[in-house]
């Protein structure tokens, strides 16, 4: 029968891990009271403090100690990937510019002393106390090094001249660490000669300090470079914020439109079954059913649209690139316009150069492209108008060139052309319909070619879209 264990008793891995959870609570306290101001402002910060302490409690179960960084670190990114979809998004979005960082925000910066002289430690401690700041000191190179993973310094005043490792040397391999790649280190020295000054930079310092220590003078430099550090941090974490942004908007969408597109294209396809069907209906209802069938079918393009930019956007779409003749490819593509060209009565025509190389390009989204910028031209161009499709050899590759004879670009305007839902006071010439996507898909599908696609307004009237893609290269 196995002894009675009183719930007091631990065994030395539970009396370790809650040993070292005592010793670096104070520790994570300080951290929370640092991240706070960096999650969104609804956050209970008792919330934030339970679920920091989570994070020490599976850090502590491995009875290993941590430095203040490594524990900052784990706490923070746990901390930001847990808040950060509750962000307030209004208030991110109506604050033009970033907040103003004042003197006072500096208060309880930590700062790391770095010298070997306890007379120039202690006067620079007493002054930079004095200011408000979190002082730490190490009194040689090899100290400093360890140091700074345990504290997690902002920023570092290093003696240039000290025994063993001198202070170039220790910031070259604290710079070497990209934790510490923008960690900034003012350097202290009694010399203040050029070569050393050129010789500090060079190391990864961002100022100097001619010592003695001037309290007045060095105090300021030290709030600017911390002011500029923390504006730094600021920047990046509204570009990463930023991105989350834009992946969530992303993600969303990509939801949205899977969601929609299949019973909007129930309700189109519906509609024409209904059309075929039609002998009981009255002509107004005639007329719903092809309202329903044509609004339906251009939600449903809408959709496709939207679900390809953001398959661009965010890098999800692979193309299937393969050898192919860009001639033989439009060729194929024209006839099917023709149609449209008796129903309007344009002219068609397409020439192609002889002898041109293959292109090594992907034949659906290319297709895409060629059918976007033969749509657009019939569109515009009026009855009676001409659309003249040509394959042309070009200094940077093969050339698609689509004239039409409509009434151009409006100079204006020119730059709403290639963006999302862009489009320009020209109307339709047979009542079309546009989403205000294509050219911005096509712009990007050319990117992905790395080729590139733009316009010109001819001179007799009308415009010139030329799309150029790269050559296959032997």
Known sequence: MKPFKNKQDKTPDEALQQS?????????????????????????????????????????????????????KAIEQYLVETYALEKD??????????????????????????????????????????????????????????????????????????????????????????????????FLSAKGERDEIVKGFKSGAIDYIVKPFHPTESLTRIRTHLRVKKLAELREKNILELKHLNKTKDRVLRIASHDLRNPVAAIAGLAEFLKDDCDNLSEGQKEIVDCIEEAGKSVVL????????????????????????????????????RGE????????????????????????????????????????????????????????????QVDDTGPGIPIEEADRLFIEFGTTSNIPTGGEKSTGLGLSICQRIVRAHDGSIDYVNLPEGGARFSVILPVLKN
């Open 341 to 400: 060209a008796d129903r309007k009565d344009i002219t068609l025509t397409f020439n192609c150069e002889g002898n041109l190389p293959k292109a090594y390009i992907d034949r659906q989204q290319i297709r895409r492209v060629v059918d976007n910028l033969l749509s657009n031209a019939f569109k515009f161009t009026p009855t009676g108008g001409n659309i003249l499709v040509r394959v042309i050899a070009e200094e940077k590759g093969i050339c698609l």
């Open 89 to 186: 998004r209004e208030k991110f979005f109506s604050e033009s510019d970033p907040p103003l960082i004042q003197a006072e925000d500096m208060t309880g910066s930590r700062i790391l002393i770095v010298d070997d002289s306890e007379m120039a430690r202690r006067q620079i401690n007493f002054f930079l106390k004095k200011d408000g700041y979190e002082v730490y000191e190490a009194k040689s190179g090899e100290e400093a090094l360890w140091l700074v993973h345990e504290v997690d310094p902002e920023l570092i005043l290093m003696d240039v001249s000290m025994d063993g490792m001198d202070g170039m040397e220790t910031c070259r391999r604290l710079k070497d660490d990209e934790d510490n790649s923008t960690l900034p280190v003012i």
């Open 302 to 337: 809408l959709l496709n649209e939207l679900l390809d930019i953001s398959a661009f956007d965010s890098g999800h779409l692979e193309l299937n690139k393969e050898e192919l003749n860009l001639c033989k490819l439009v060729h194929n593509l024209v006839p099917l316009f």
């Open 20 to 72: 070292l959870f005592k010793e670096y609570y104070p520790l994570v306290l300080s951290i929370v009271e640092e991240i706070q101001p960096l999650l969104q402002i609804n956050v209970d910060q008792r919330e934030v403090l339970s679920m920091a302490s989570m994070m020490l409690g599976k850090l502590t179960q491995q009875g290993q100690r941590v430095g203040r960084r490594e524990l900052r």
